[in-house]
Each structure stands twice: as structure tokens, then as C-alpha cells.
């Protein structure tokens, strides 16, 4: 699992979504309690705009400790072009802390993929 | 060792790596969703060599990259490596393809629907030139573009959701440690999943294969004495024009004109020669036949006609064949050739 380290005092943790290959799609991400199989925040989204992709933890960042973003992702496989990508890309004050992606290409009318980063307050 | 040796070692070296490209992305791995996939265009730098009398390009929507081999048959009709094959690209999609939302994508749609193009050819006469072509092609419409089309984009939006909304009930359950393949394994899954997927491509699976497309294309041949490019010089210039118009769901007609200046192989002067073509496809995207006729005038003064017809077809995944057979006839109909081509072609 990859591992997103945030600084406790920093700015907000943000986690943001993203679809290559002009692919069509859409997306649920949990931000799963540490340990648990509770949501804490769930947030639903689509590639039609970008705009609205990107999401900020909740405050205070210490609560966030050893939580779990956790998207699945689906897309609609678009020909002629069946290459896909997906990508959740965690970051704080401007920089990247986490990236978790997949793609390839796909002969499947659809795609779904898992992507996952854990949260955890440097020492 | 022999040019034509080293070009068959080229073609062999060219089709193991695609080989493993193809098995690297499982392309056979998942068969029970349906698939579509749009013909491979004729790259222009394949069409500038492929010495074939149809001088029609034909358009169609971009690929990241597309090959295309030809010429199976030797002199005899008997199965040979291809004489010539070509490779055909776009740019924005390799390098930024990653990137690519859709926003983008519908906001430089010239671009990323720009290709550019190269070929290779050699004869079989040991004393022949190898030749080699460079090309690029522009989409001025493409009403076949699903990703330009909004209506589409908002049904293939909607589907994920929904696929989505099945997925998000059992990770509620199983938390954050649930894979989509554990997920997508359970019977009522399969079932819900395999209705919203058959519902979306009754409406969409055949919509556009035919839509109304147009392009303009230019190319260049070089011709070397050798496969190393020594004693180059360029010896044709191409510049095609095409547009297809669908036929409600079952056809498409192709129109092209196509201007030539070429230089001559005994005196070293160019020519020029124009044509007019127009092309009717009928059928499936998966299996069509078509009927072609061509005008040409050379130099002015002499007319050549071509009437052929031929077949399409999707062998596996986007893997495609097509041969076409005809008669190149004089403007006196007196002197006339039989001409056939095979082609074998795939888009990546």
C-alpha cells in the first residue's frame, strides 16, 4: 500500500482523482477510519470536468493518522482509443505525498480499478 | 549481407516486438464484454508506397498508433513477407496521453487528431531502390469521434455511476481491503453489470462506425539506392483530400481527390497526375464489402479508369484484413490489368 506522510502542522491534505486518455468515467472515494470499516467522508465524481476532482481532508490533519483514501474507478473504454489511466495523487502545501495509479489498455466495454494511499503523520 | 535479407530481418524483429506488445496487454484476456473497434486507416505515407491504383484515402478516427503491413503475395500469388509496412502515430497522444482529460481533448481536438506517418518498401529485384515515406494527416471533421460527441460522453457518464453504485454497496461491507476483481466475481454483480453494459451498446455499438468524417493529407517519397539512405532524393509528392458520408447504419460513401508530382524513373522529370475517386462501403464495422470507382488524367493528355471492389473484416480484437481486386483499364478501354491487394493491419 502506498504510504502518503503529512506534516501535522501543514496546510490541508488534499486527494485528487485524475483520467487520462480522454477516457469517460466516474468515481466513489472513502476516507476509511484507521482500522475500521467506517467512512468517515465520501465524495462521488466524473471526468466531464476537472474542476471538481480534488478534495480536501478533514481538519485538524493529525485525525487523518493511519486513515485510508481508497477510490475505485470507473471508465467507460472509448475506441478507437483503448488505453486508459487513472490516478489519486494526495497532496499538501503544493507538494506530491502520495500517488497511487493504474492503466493499460483495455478490451472491455468498461474498467473498473482500486487505488489506495494511507495516511500517516511524519514523526 | 543481402538488402533483402536485412529487410526481412527488419519485418521479422518488427513483428516479435509487436507480438509481445500484444501479449503484454492481455488483449485476449477478457471476452465477455462486447468490444468495438474502428477499422485501421491507411496510414499516407503507406498509401504513397503501396504501388496499388486506388488513389482514395481513406479517412478515419485517431489511434495512438496504427501499423499496416501489405503485399502478402508475391509476383506468383504465392504468400511472401510483406513488401512494405508503415507506421502511423499521433503525437499528442503518446506524449500527453496520460494526461489527457476529456476537456482537453475536446479543446484541441486538431491536435490530438494530427498523425504523422512513415513506410518503408523494398522490391524484388536486387538492383531496385528501397523507398522509404513520410506523412502527416488533419481532421478537419470527425462526426465519428465519440469523445466529441456530448450525448455519448453524458450515457458512457451514466453508466459508470451506475456500474459504480454496484460496487460502492458491497465496499460498504467488505471496507477498504475490497479488490474489483473479488467484487466483480459475484453473481448478482455479473448480472446487474452485464445489463447496464448490454443496454449502453445496443445504443452505441454500431452508431458511429460510418459517421461523417473529412481529412486532408500530405506525403513524400524518398527513393535510396541503398537500405542505409545513401544517394537519397526525393521522387513523389502526394496531397489527398477525403471525406466520408455515413449511409444510415448499414454504409458509408467515400469521396477523395488526390494530386501526384512525381519524378520519372528514365528521364528524371517530374510529372503530375489527378484523380477522383468515390467509394461505397456496405455492411457492419466488423465485416463490409465496397465497390470503387477512379478517374485519373496523367500529364494532361492520358486518362486511366479503375473499377474494383474488395472486402473488410476484423479478424481478432483490432486486427483487421482486406482485399480488393479490380480492373485499371485506358481511356480506350482496350488495354486493361487485372490488380489485386491484400492488407493486413492493426491499431494499438
Not at chain 2, 262 to 287: A, H, L, P
Request: with cysteine.
Amino acid at each position: 500500500m502506498i504510504i502518503a506522510k503529512f506534516k501535522k502542522d501543514g496546510g490541508s491534505i488534499c486527494a485528487e482523482v485524475k483520467s487520462g486518455f480522454a477516457q469517460p468515467g466516474s468515481y466513489t472515494l472513502y476516507l476509511w477510519e484507521a482500522n475500521s470499516k467506517k467512512v468517515v467522508m465520501e465524495r462521488k465524481g466524473n471526468f466531464i470536468n476537472t474542476d471538481d476532482d480534488k478534495y480536501e481532508m478533514p481538519l485538524p490533519n493529525e485525525v487523518n493518522d493511519q486513515r485510508i483514501i481508497d477510490v475505485f474507478v470507473t471508465l467507460v473504454i472509448t475506441p478507437p482509443i483503448i488505453d486508459w489511466y487513472v490516478e489519486l495523487e494526495v497532496t499538501q502545501d503544493g507538494n506530491v505525498i502520495g500517488e497511487d495509479h493504474a492503466g493499460g489498455q483495455s478490451s472491455q466495454k468498461t474498467e473498473t480499478s482500486k487505488l489506495l494511499v494511507k495516511l500517516v503523520k511524519e514523526d | 549481407m543481402k538488402k533483402n535479407n536485412i529487410y526481412k530481418i527488419l519485418v521479422l524483429i518488427f513483428i516479435i516486438i509487436s507480438s509481445n506488445i500484444i501479449a503484454q496487454k492481455k488483449f485476449s484476456e477478457l471476452a465477455q464484454d462486447y468490444k468495438t473497434y474502428f477499422a485501421v486507416p491507411d496510414a499516407p505515407a503507406f498509401s504513397l508506397l503501396n504501388e496499388i491504383p486506388s488513389n482514395i484515402l481513406r479517412p478515419a478516427s485517431v489511434k495512438e498508433i496504427a501499423v499496416s503491413f501489405s503485399s502478402f503475395l508475391d509476383d506468383e500469388s504465392r504468400f511472401t513477407l510483406p513488401k512494405s509496412f508503415a507506421l502511423e502515430f499521433s503525437p499528442g497522444l503518446l506524449i500527453n496521453g496520460k494526461s489527457l482529460t476529456l476537456s482537453e481533448y475536446n479543446n484541441n481536438k486538431w491536435l490530438y487528431r494530427f498523425r504523422i506517418s512513415g513506410a518503408t518498401s523494398r522490391s524484388e529485384e536486387p538492383s531496385s531502390t528501397t523507398d522509404f515515406a513520410f506523412g502527416f494527416r488533419v481532421t478537419l471533421n470527425d462526426e465519428s469521434d465519440l469523445r466529441a460527441n456530448a450525448n455519448y460522453i453524458k450515457d458512457a457518464t451514466d453508466l459508470s455511476e451506475k456500474i459504480q453504485s454496484l460496487y460502492d454497496e458491497k465496499r460498504l461491507i467488505l471496507g477498504p481491503t475490497a479488490e474489483p476483481k473479488m467484487i466483480e466475481k459475484l453473481p448478482d454483480i455479473i448480472e446487474k453489470k452485464n445489463e447496464l453494459i448490454n443496454s449502453f451498446i445496443e445504443k452505441w455499438s454500431e452508431e458511429k462506425w460510418n459517421g461523417n468524417i473529412s481529412e486532408l493529407a500530405f506525403a513524400s517519397k524518398i527513393a535510396s539506392s541503398d537500405s542505409l539512405f545513401n544517394n537519397v532524393r526525393l521522387s513523389k509528392y502526394s496531397l489527398w483530400y477525403s471525406a466520408a458520408y455515413g449511409i444510415g447504419t448499414w454504409g458509408q460513401l467515400l469521396l477523395g481527390m488526390n494530386g501526384n508530382y512525381e519524378r520519372s524513373d528514365t528521364s528524371n522529370e517530374f510529372k503530375s497526375s489527378f484523380s477522383i475517386s468515390s467509394r461505397v462501403y456496405i455492411g457492419s464495422n466488423k465485416y463490409k464489402v465496397h465497390l470503387e470507382i477512379q478517374g485519373s488524367i496523367i500529364e494532361k493528355d492520358k486518362s486511366v479508369w479503375l473499377i474494383d471492389s474488395g472486402f473488410e473484416m476484423r479478424i481478432e480484437e483490432n486486427i483487421w484484413a482486406e482485399f480488393t481486386a479490380g480492373i485499371e483499364s485506358s481511356e480506350s478501354f482496350q488495354e486493361s490489368l487485372i490488380v489485386t491487394d491484400f492488407k493486413f493491419k492493426y491499431g494499438l
